[in-house]
């Protein structure tokens, strides 16, 4: 029994944090702003994609660039509303920690990882400082 209960206290609420989100790590260095910025870019040289092949004369090419175009603003408005729906749930999440909505998520994200990093940290410390008092209470 005694070795169930230490197993049970190991994994403490500190170390379930961390477990339980376990992209936090990933979502502290994703800089958003630069991720929009990136995928409106990308938006826009589709546009030009689209305009070039609306516009050249080269039957074969215009075929070509017309197939290839539908497809990949299909991936691009598809990637668009991914985003955008993240971008709402980060909102969500900032304004239910208290943050302000219109800051860099990946701030909050990194101070939530870190939090959860350092209550891992002491929880092994703990363990260890156990480890040693049960080993001085056998002596």
């Known amino acids: 029994l005694e070795k169930q209960a230490e197993a049970i206290g190991n994994e403490s609420d500190a170390v379930a944090l961390g477990k339980q989100l376990p992209t936090l790590e990933a979502a502290a260095r994703v800089v958003w702003q630069e991720e929009g910025a990136e995928l409106s870019k990308l938006i826009a040289s589709l546009k030009q994609v689209e305009t070039q092949a609306n516009t050249d004369t080269v039957e074969k090419f215009k075929e070509g660039m017309t197939l290839f175009h ?3 603003d299909k991936k691009a408005q598809a990637l668009r509303r991914q985003f ?16 302000d ?3 860099a998520p990946e701030r909050v994200f990194s ?8 209550l891992e940290q002491a929880h092994k410390y703990n363990i260890e400082c ?3 008092d049960r080993r001085k209470l056998r002596l």
């Open 111 to 118: 101070l939530i990882h870190n939090f959860a990093s350092v």
């Open 84 to 99: 955008d729906e993240a971008d709402a749930a980060t909102k969500e999440v900032c304004a239910y920690l208290n943050e």
């Open 70 to 72: 539908a497809e990949a």
């Open 130 to 132: 156990d480890e040693k």
């Open 101 to 103: 909505a219109k800051g």
